[in-house]
């Protein structure tokens, strides 16, 4: 069963606070955290500890943005080993390889991983969108060597993150869950328990961005034929998202499909990463999921076209292409999603 937010969870003593210091920000001062995984999404989140007033210790793997992290309240740092004595330590990272690159270290590196060097009873917390099986290879490591582990996905894109508007699922063992839940209030709106075992939670975020992106496909199709009708797609769209389908998926992501704008945001080949994640859950559970597979192979079709760097409303693109119509991309919009 889902419980929502976790505050009956949290105990006096769970709190990372350390009572009668104070931080630069006049806030009180808190036990230091590690963050790995400083993209779009992970950078907002670490500064936004950083702001509610955590010690956060961030591995960097280019000593170029050492300059930019320090500037956002951050401690920038190029060996991981610095994070080894933090209670928390965050991963918010693209996918299986790289957190188990993390977790498990990397010998031509030169540098041991998480599962080595942090002490008993300190926490992974998995912010990661990654496989159930990754999850539970990662929770048994970590708890063979006497630490948590907490995977807590997160539902949002990086304007969300910025804005602390989160929606954040989180498994794990209730204890450790609770130390957890102050890091979610300062980076989440809501968040959801869904039970001690850590995979669920990968498992109904891999479920929420496979029936995002088959949204994005279905609100694609049904533009482009607005659009060769003659139509007036913006107004289209008004009407289904004040009538049946005024979800956040259809309000966000259509108003990008009408606009035309595809970038930045969550890429192509992130997005169909998640896609096929589902569809092995699917397929290992022996649930038929025939309309995700479509949509597996139109993220395909736009990455082979070039549209890789695009955000995954792109399948808008995609269709209004197939229907004929004239390519809306522009070289700014590639430049654009460049930058990001």
């Known amino acids: 069963m889902i419980k929502d937010e976790l505050n009956p969870l949290t105990s006096p003593g769970a709190s990372l606070e350390r009572r009668g210091s104070v931080s630069s920000n006049g806030q009180p001062a808190r036990d230091e955290i590690g963050f790995v995984g400083l993209g779009h999404m992970g950078t907002a989140m670490a500064a936004n500890l950083a702001a509610a007033g955590y010690r956060v210790r961030a591995y960097v793997r280019r000593p170029a943005r050492m300059d930019e992290l320090m500037a956002l309240g951050l401690e920038p740092t190029t060996n991981i080993a610095d994070l080894f004595d933090c209670s928390i330590v965050i991963s918010m990272l693209p996918d299986d390889d790289a957190v188990g690159a993390v977790v498990f270290g990397r010998e031509d590196l030169g540098h041991e991983g998480l599962a080595a060097g942090l002490k008993p009873g300190a926490i992974h917390l998995s912010m990661s969108t990654i ?13 063979h060597r006497g630490q948590g582990y907490v995977a807590a996905p997160v539902f949002g894109n990086p304007d969300a993150a910025k804005a602390r508007q989160l929606f954040i699922i ?13 890091i979610f209030d300062a980076l989440g709106q809501r968040t959801f328990y869904v039970g001690t075992d850590p995979a669920h939670a990968n498992l109904i975020k891999l479920l929420g961005n ?4 088959t949204t994005l496909e279905m609100l694609g199709e049904a533009v482009a034929l607005v659009r060769k009708r003659g139509l007036d797609p913006k107004s289209f769209v008004d009407i289904l998202t004040s009538t049946m389908f005024d979800g956040r998926a259809h309000r966000i992501y259509g108003d990008k499909i009408v606009g035309q704008r595809y970038a930045p945001g969550f890429v192509m080949p992130l997005a169909l990463k998640d896609v096929r994640l589902a569809l092995a859950e699917a397929e290992n559970a ?37 229907a004929g119509l004239r390519s809306p991309l522009t070289p700014q919009a590639h430049e654009e999603a460049a930058r990001w």
């Open 210 to 213: 496979m029936m995002t992106a």
């Open 286 to 322: 022996g649930a038929p999921m025939p309309s995700v597979g479509v949509v597996r192979d139109r993220m395909m079709t736009g990455i082979a076209l070039g549209y890789a760097d695009l955000d995954w409303s792109a399948l808008g693109l995609i269709a209004a292409e197939e």
């Open 131 to 143: 496989s159930t099986a990754a999850a539970s290879r990662l929770a048994a490591a970590h708890a």
């Open 170 to 182: 989180a498994a794990g063992a209730p204890a450790e869950v609770a130390r957890c839940q102050p």
